[in-house]
């Protein structure tokens, strides 16, 4: 039975809620999701005291959170609060207005905790084995150690987009006398990490600060495809960003694609908090997670009783996607079986490797979900579908390389133009061969009966496929010749199926 749980992570800056419908080690799908800019860390001074009126925003949010989670069923609220509660001088008395005004009582995390679940988070979205995960938030920051999936070492800093602005950003553009003081203060907590310097492997970002980056980048170049999670930001790109929020007023940034008005006056200071681990990491581009602290508290309950980590979070992405729309298993593994035999045997045909190999299998599980839309059309509504989920682990090209695969398996001329700036060379051809592929392998399982076993391939001036069958295939096999002509195409050879 599914459940339901709401995960609120009260930050310095952001608090955020999301509402997962979830049947535990199975499948799970984001219900809902809301935020709202609470500043609670603005104004602490020297005491360390939250002020009234953050406090007040944050308490009011929070009635208003617990209020829609009794309103759409929610089974299971698990509240946390991170750096900004954790400091704070007056925090026990903040967190028991909570508990009396709003009704929800906080865990607090420890700065340990708040970098494990942001790792999690990341760990079980993004396809990283090794490498570092650096989270930003409105009050720390947090760098943790990734090998073999695992976590290393980790710091917790006290620089965060929110304490910084608050400390640095005295002029409005900021001055270059600010900018360096910024700078100076956000490197030297960093100066006792010797393990960061030059640290090898994939950079990883979670946190608002980092997603707003990918989200104005994506924007100012017209990416094509409308998510942060998966997206690779260069240094370069940081670097030009950062130079072009210097020269711009908070007015002026609030205008930048892709920003909200409630973080262009962080925004900078945030960024350079993430220029600096890259460069002292020396990584050359980072890659973002929509996800983060949230998903990872979420997964330690998903996943109850056993490893937080799911093992192959791509191919556990396609089936959970499969099994929300639900998909026909038998039906969708007998095409993928078949799309792989073919594969196997034109190796020498079309010469790609297992990372295509493993492409088109997914895709043939995942072909018929457009059918929860309707029939009519189901290839173009289930591209829709994969390049609006959130294909854990999949790069943005290799999400284009699915939904390509998905919308050309039943009929149509392949074409990739819309989705050229994130392709690679050469992929053309390789969407084309593949889905010429797919189509054979759907069609030679026509009346999804698996009377097709298998297919023997000889190559030649002309492809012969010769079917192992079941019973009577005539159906099939009539239908599987007259859908060959993407195969001729793509291939540059006629093809016989018998």
């Given at each position: ?10 930050g ?23 935020r ?9 001074e020297?005491d ?6 953050p ?9 208003l ?18 750096s ?26 420890t700065?340990?905790?708040?970098a494990?679940?942001?790792f ?12 570092c ?13 990734a090998?073999?999936?695992q976590m ?17 950003v ?17 490197s030297?907590?960093?100066d ?15 946190g ?5 980056l ?29 130079e ?21 006056d ?9 220029a ?12 973002i997670s929509g996800?983060?602290?949230r ?26 996607l ?14 993928r079986?078949?799309a ?8 020498s ?14 895709a043939?599980?995942l072909?018929?979900?457009g ?8 290839h ?8 609006n ?8 090209r290799?999400?284009?390389?699915l ?7 039943r ?34 399982e026509r ?45 540059g050879?006629?093809?016989?199926i018998s």
């Amino acid at each position: 039975m599914q459940e339901r749980i709401a995960v609120i992570d009260l930050g310095s800056n952001t608090t955020r809620m999301i509402v997962v419908g979830y049947v535990p080690h199975q499948t799970y799908k984001l219900i809902d999701e809301i935020r709202e800019a609470v500043r609670l860390a603005h104004g602490i001074e020297s005491d360390g005291n939250l002020q009234l009126v953050p406090m007040n925003r944050a308490i009011k949010t929070m009635r208003l959170f617990h209020q829609m989670c009794r309103g759409i069923g929610v089974d299971r609220i698990v509240p946390v609060a991170t750096s900004a509660v954790r400091e704070a001088t007056n925090r026990e008395e903040f967190l028991q207005r909570v508990k009396d005004e709003a009704g929800l009582e906080f865990r607090v995390l420890t700065a340990h905790e708040e970098a494990y679940y942001g790792f999690l988070g990341a760990m079980n979205t993004l396809d990283v084995r090794d490498g570092c995960v650096v989270d930003i938030g409105g009050g720390s920051t947090q760098v943790s150690q990734a090998h073999r999936r695992q976590m290393g070492q980790t710091i917790s800093r006290p620089i965060g987009a929110v304490r910084l602005t608050d400390r640095f950003v005295k002029s409005d553009p900021i001055s270059s006398r600010d900018f360096r003081e910024l700078q100076r203060a956000i490197s030297t907590q960093f100066d006792d990490v010797p393990w960061l310097n030059g640290y090898s492997g994939t950079l990883a970002g979670i946190g608002g600060t980092i997603r707003a980056l990918a989200e104005i980048d994506q924007k100012l170049r017209s990416h094509p495809i409308d998510r942060v999670h998966g997206h690779i930001l260069k240094a370069d790109r940081v670097y030009e960003l950062i130079e072009m929020f210097r020269g711009l007023t908070i007015k002026q940034r609030e205008d930048v694609p892709g920003l909200s008005r409630d973080r262009a006056d962080l925004i900078l200071a945030g960024a350079s908090i993430l220029a600096e681990v890259m460069r002292r990491g020396k990584f050359n581009q980072i890659m973002i997670s929509g996800q983060g602290l949230r998903e990872g508290v979420f997964f330690e309950h998903f996943t109850h009783g056993r490893s937080p980590l799911i093992p192959d979070i791509r191919a556990f992405s396609v089936y959970n996607l499969a099994r929300m729309y639900h998909y026909e298993a038998i039906h969708s593994a007998k095409v993928r079986d078949l799309a792989l035999s073919m594969f196997d045997q034109m190796h020498s045909l079309h010469g790609y490797g297992v990372d295509v190999r493993e492409l088109l299998g997914h895709a043939a599980i995942l072909h018929d979900i457009g059918n929860a839309v309707n029939y009519y059309d189901h290839h173009k509504h289930g591209a829709y579908l994969i390049l609006n989920s959130t294909m854990q682990g999949f790069s943005h090209r290799e999400v284009a390389i699915l939904a390509l695969l998905v919308r050309y398996h039943r009929k149509g001329d392949v074409s990739t133009d819309h989705y050229r700036t994130v392709l690679a060379p050469g992929d053309d051809e390789l969407v084309a061969k593949m889905s010429a592929l797919l189509r054979l392998a759907e069609f030679l399982e026509r009346r999804k009966s698996q009377v097709v076993q298998d297919v023997v391939v000889e190559l030649g001036a002309i492809v012969k496929i010769i079917t192992v069958a079941a019973g009577d295939n005539a159906l099939e096999v009539w239908d599987a010749n007259r859908a060959a002509g993407l195969f001729r195409k793509a291939f540059g050879c006629d093809v016989d199926i018998s």
